[in-house]
Protein backbone atom coordinates (compact mmCIF):
# COMPACT_ATOMS: atom_id res chain seq x y z
CA UNK A 1 0.00 0.00 0.00
CA UNK A 2 0.79 3.67 -0.21
CA UNK A 3 3.27 5.20 2.23
CA UNK A 4 3.87 8.75 2.99
CA UNK A 5 7.36 9.82 4.82
CA UNK A 6 7.64 13.62 6.17
CA UNK A 7 10.24 15.80 7.00
CA UNK A 8 11.77 17.07 9.64
CA UNK A 9 9.44 15.85 12.51
CA UNK A 10 9.94 19.21 14.17
CA UNK A 11 11.09 22.82 12.47
CA UNK A 12 11.31 25.35 14.40
CA UNK A 13 11.50 29.25 12.62
CA UNK A 14 11.87 33.15 13.29
CA UNK A 15 9.13 34.78 13.20
CA UNK A 16 8.83 36.54 9.37
CA UNK A 17 10.73 33.54 8.00
CA UNK A 18 10.16 30.58 5.32
CA UNK A 19 8.99 27.51 6.51
CA UNK A 20 9.60 24.12 4.20
CA UNK A 21 8.24 20.65 4.82
CA UNK A 22 8.80 17.81 2.73
CA UNK A 23 7.16 14.42 2.29
CA UNK A 24 7.52 11.80 -0.44
CA UNK A 25 5.42 9.00 -1.57
CA UNK A 26 5.47 5.56 -2.55
CA UNK A 27 2.56 4.46 -4.97
CA UNK A 28 3.08 6.26 -8.36
CA UNK A 29 -1.02 5.76 -8.70
CA UNK A 30 -1.44 8.39 -6.09
CA UNK A 31 -2.63 11.34 -7.82
CA UNK A 32 -4.04 13.74 -5.20
CA UNK A 33 -2.28 15.55 -2.64
CA UNK A 34 -3.85 17.81 0.62
CA UNK A 35 -2.48 19.16 3.90
CA UNK A 36 -4.12 19.74 7.22
CA UNK A 37 -2.94 22.03 9.72
CA UNK A 38 -3.52 20.53 13.10
CA UNK A 39 -3.94 22.78 16.14
CA UNK A 40 -3.66 21.51 19.66
CA UNK A 41 -6.38 19.42 20.59
CA UNK A 42 -8.34 20.39 17.23
CA UNK A 43 -9.61 18.94 14.21
CA UNK A 44 -6.83 19.03 10.96
CA UNK A 45 -7.96 21.53 8.41
CA UNK A 46 -7.29 21.57 4.79
CA UNK A 47 -5.00 24.30 3.89
CA UNK A 48 -3.96 23.47 0.44
CA UNK A 49 -4.40 20.54 -1.51
CA UNK A 50 -2.76 20.02 -5.53
CA UNK A 51 -3.19 17.34 -8.01
CA UNK A 52 -1.42 15.37 -10.47
CA UNK A 53 -1.56 17.02 -13.10
CA UNK A 54 -0.39 20.57 -11.86
CA UNK A 55 3.24 21.16 -10.93
CA UNK A 56 2.43 24.14 -8.37
CA UNK A 57 -0.07 25.86 -6.53
CA UNK A 58 -0.11 28.51 -4.27
CA UNK A 59 -2.47 30.55 -1.88
CA UNK A 60 -0.88 33.78 -0.23
CA UNK A 61 1.68 32.65 2.17
CA UNK A 62 1.47 28.81 1.34
CA UNK A 63 2.59 27.34 -1.65
CA UNK A 64 2.61 23.45 -2.64
CA UNK A 65 5.26 21.71 -5.37
CA UNK A 66 4.37 18.13 -6.53
CA UNK A 67 7.59 16.56 -8.72
CA UNK A 68 5.68 13.29 -10.11
CA UNK A 69 9.32 11.67 -11.01
CA UNK A 70 10.94 11.47 -7.77
CA UNK A 71 7.28 11.14 -5.82
CA UNK A 72 7.85 14.19 -3.47
CA UNK A 73 5.58 17.12 -2.87
CA UNK A 74 6.47 19.68 -0.46
CA UNK A 75 4.80 22.72 1.40
CA UNK A 76 6.14 26.26 1.45
CA UNK A 77 4.83 28.80 4.12
CA UNK A 78 6.48 32.47 3.85
CA UNK A 79 5.96 35.10 6.05
CA UNK A 80 5.57 32.99 9.01
CA UNK A 81 3.16 34.12 12.19
CA UNK A 82 2.99 32.81 15.12
CA UNK A 83 -0.32 31.79 14.68
CA UNK A 84 1.02 29.63 12.00
CA UNK A 85 2.85 27.39 14.43
CA UNK A 86 0.44 23.74 14.26
CA UNK A 87 1.42 20.47 13.15
CA UNK A 88 1.06 20.09 9.63
CA UNK A 89 0.34 16.74 7.64
CA UNK A 90 0.96 15.75 4.17
CA UNK A 91 -1.23 13.34 2.50
CA UNK A 92 -1.87 11.39 -0.65
CA UNK A 93 -4.51 9.27 -2.64
CA UNK A 94 -5.34 7.43 -5.72
CA UNK A 95 -8.66 9.12 -5.20
CA UNK A 96 -12.49 7.68 -5.78
CA UNK A 97 -12.78 5.04 -2.81
CA UNK A 98 -9.48 5.09 -2.46
CA UNK A 99 -7.89 5.61 1.44
CA UNK A 100 -6.14 9.21 2.47
CA UNK A 101 -3.00 7.64 3.44
CA UNK A 102 -1.18 10.81 6.11
CA UNK A 103 2.69 11.46 6.60
CA UNK A 104 3.57 11.46 10.30
CA UNK A 105 3.62 15.19 10.87
CA UNK A 106 5.47 18.11 11.08
CA UNK A 107 5.26 20.54 14.43
CA UNK A 108 6.35 23.86 13.09
CA UNK A 109 6.39 26.39 16.20
CA UNK A 110 7.22 30.19 14.39
CA UNK A 111 9.03 32.05 17.18
CA UNK A 112 8.15 35.41 17.77
CA UNK B 1 -21.75 27.05 9.14
CA UNK B 2 -22.93 23.64 10.01
CA UNK B 3 -19.37 21.38 9.73
CA UNK B 4 -19.05 17.70 10.06
CA UNK B 5 -20.40 17.31 13.99
CA UNK B 6 -19.23 14.08 16.17
CA UNK B 7 -20.60 12.97 19.28
CA UNK B 8 -19.59 12.20 22.33
CA UNK B 9 -16.46 14.69 22.12
CA UNK B 10 -14.94 12.78 24.89
CA UNK B 11 -15.19 8.95 26.52
CA UNK B 12 -13.18 6.61 29.07
CA UNK B 13 -14.11 2.95 28.53
CA UNK B 14 -12.32 -0.01 30.16
CA UNK B 15 -10.57 -2.76 28.35
CA UNK B 16 -13.42 -5.25 27.03
CA UNK B 17 -16.33 -2.86 26.88
CA UNK B 18 -17.97 -1.99 22.73
CA UNK B 19 -18.01 1.86 22.20
CA UNK B 20 -20.38 3.60 19.77
CA UNK B 21 -19.47 7.00 17.99
CA UNK B 22 -21.15 9.07 16.08
CA UNK B 23 -21.21 11.35 13.37
CA UNK B 24 -23.08 14.06 11.06
CA UNK B 25 -21.56 14.96 7.83
CA UNK B 26 -21.63 18.19 6.27
CA UNK B 27 -25.47 18.70 4.77
CA UNK B 28 -25.21 17.71 1.23
CA UNK B 29 -22.51 15.59 2.06
CA UNK B 30 -22.78 11.87 1.00
CA UNK B 31 -19.24 9.73 1.85
CA UNK B 32 -18.16 9.49 5.10
CA UNK B 33 -14.71 8.37 6.03
CA UNK B 34 -13.45 7.51 9.61
CA UNK B 35 -9.46 8.07 10.95
CA UNK B 36 -8.50 6.95 14.17
CA UNK B 37 -5.14 9.06 15.40
CA UNK B 38 -2.89 8.31 18.19
CA UNK B 39 -1.24 11.13 19.70
CA UNK B 40 1.67 12.26 18.13
CA UNK B 41 0.72 10.25 14.73
CA UNK B 42 -0.95 11.37 11.68
CA UNK B 43 -4.72 9.72 11.10
CA UNK B 44 -5.32 6.44 9.95
CA UNK B 45 -8.11 5.27 7.80
CA UNK B 46 -10.41 2.89 8.73
CA UNK B 47 -13.21 3.05 7.04
CA UNK B 48 -15.05 4.85 4.52
CA UNK B 49 -18.52 4.85 3.74
CA UNK B 50 -20.88 6.54 0.54
CA UNK B 51 -24.57 5.80 -0.51
CA UNK B 52 -24.53 3.33 2.59
CA UNK B 53 -22.24 1.27 1.32
CA UNK B 54 -19.13 0.51 2.44
CA UNK B 55 -16.19 1.75 -0.16
CA UNK B 56 -12.77 1.16 1.58
CA UNK B 57 -11.43 -0.51 4.45
CA UNK B 58 -7.76 0.27 6.63
CA UNK B 59 -6.11 -2.63 8.37
CA UNK B 60 -7.82 -2.69 11.27
CA UNK B 61 -8.85 -6.17 13.14
CA UNK B 62 -13.03 -6.94 13.06
CA UNK B 63 -13.29 -5.41 15.84
CA UNK B 64 -13.95 -1.85 14.27
CA UNK B 65 -17.44 -1.90 12.61
CA UNK B 66 -19.31 1.08 10.71
CA UNK B 67 -22.23 1.60 9.09
CA UNK B 68 -23.63 4.89 6.84
CA UNK B 69 -27.44 5.95 7.48
CA UNK B 70 -30.28 6.85 4.97
CA UNK B 71 -29.40 10.55 5.85
CA UNK B 72 -25.79 9.92 5.78
CA UNK B 73 -25.02 9.71 9.05
CA UNK B 74 -23.00 7.32 10.30
CA UNK B 75 -21.85 5.41 13.50
CA UNK B 76 -18.43 3.36 13.93
CA UNK B 77 -18.39 0.51 17.14
CA UNK B 78 -15.22 -1.14 18.43
CA UNK B 79 -15.58 -3.80 20.23
CA UNK B 80 -13.76 -5.86 22.71
CA UNK B 81 -11.54 -2.32 23.71
CA UNK B 82 -8.20 -2.44 24.21
CA UNK B 83 -5.82 -0.16 25.63
CA UNK B 84 -4.32 0.30 22.38
CA UNK B 85 -7.55 1.85 21.00
CA UNK B 86 -7.24 4.96 23.31
CA UNK B 87 -7.06 7.70 20.53
CA UNK B 88 -8.64 10.66 18.85
CA UNK B 89 -11.59 9.13 16.30
CA UNK B 90 -11.98 11.67 13.48
CA UNK B 91 -14.67 11.59 10.95
CA UNK B 92 -14.46 12.77 7.72
CA UNK B 93 -17.22 14.07 4.85
CA UNK B 94 -16.93 14.73 1.42
CA UNK B 95 -19.40 15.57 -1.69
CA UNK B 96 -19.29 12.33 -3.46
CA UNK B 97 -17.55 8.84 -3.56
CA UNK B 98 -14.95 10.64 -5.92
CA UNK B 99 -14.39 13.63 -4.48
CA UNK B 100 -10.97 13.57 -2.21
CA UNK B 101 -11.44 16.75 -0.21
CA UNK B 102 -12.29 15.59 3.01
CA UNK B 103 -13.07 18.03 5.60
CA UNK B 104 -12.94 16.94 9.11
CA UNK B 105 -15.51 16.88 12.53
CA UNK B 106 -13.94 18.10 16.45
CA UNK B 107 -13.26 14.32 16.86
CA UNK B 108 -14.00 11.92 19.71
CA UNK B 109 -11.45 11.48 22.50
CA UNK B 110 -11.54 7.71 23.67
CA UNK B 111 -9.37 6.90 26.67
CA UNK B 112 -9.74 3.00 27.77
CA UNK B 113 -8.55 2.29 31.09
Known amino acids: GENVEQHPSTLSVQEGDSAVIKCTYS??????FPWYKQELGKRPQLIID?????GEKKDQRIAVTLNKTAKHFSLHITETQPEDSAVYFC???????????FGTGTKLQVIP | DAGVTQSPTHLIKTRGQHVTLRCSPI?????VSWYQQVLGQGPQFIFQ???????GRGNFPDRFSARQFPNYSSELNVNALLLGDSALYLC????????????FGPGTRLLVL
Open chain 2, 92 to 103: ASSTQNREETQY
Open chain 1, 27 to 32: DSASNY
Open chain 1, 50 to 54: IRSNV
Open chain 1, 91 to 101: AASKGGYQKVT
Open chain 2, 27 to 31: SGHKS
Open chain 2, 49 to 55: YYEKEER
